[in-house]
């Protein structure tokens, strides 16, 4: 592969990786958020029996399973890049 295509490959995968790791930050801390809400609603649903009360912690579990996924996903995605930027470094290193 040209050179000049690896180091522009090289690039994108950067800023990519960059952006991810951002959106896993954010996740990560919109994760807490919805797991102290669950144990809150988990909380809530003992102390009162009530059904309006079961079905809030259903919401608030799920919710927070949602952003674990999520995060999962995010995390997933910044492996393959990982292994991408260091393939495409092997790429450049061979080059030479």
């Not at 896993?24 to 958020?33: I, K, M, Y």
């Amino acid at each position: 592969m040209a050179r000049r295509l690896v180091e522009r490959r090289l690039i994108d995968v950067g800023d990519r990786l960059k952006k991810l790791r951002q959106q896993l930050a954010v996740a990560n801390e919109q994760l807490v958020h919805f797991s102290d809400e669950a144990d809150d609603a988990r909380l809530r649903a003992l102390v009162s029996e009530t059904p309006l009360a079961e079905r809030e912690f259903r919401d608030a579990q799920r919710h927070a399973e949602l952003m674990r996924r999520s995060r999962d996903e995010t995390l997933a995605e910044i492996a393959t890049l990982e292994r991408n930027q260091d393939e495409l470094l092997d790429q450049l290193a061979s080059e030479r």
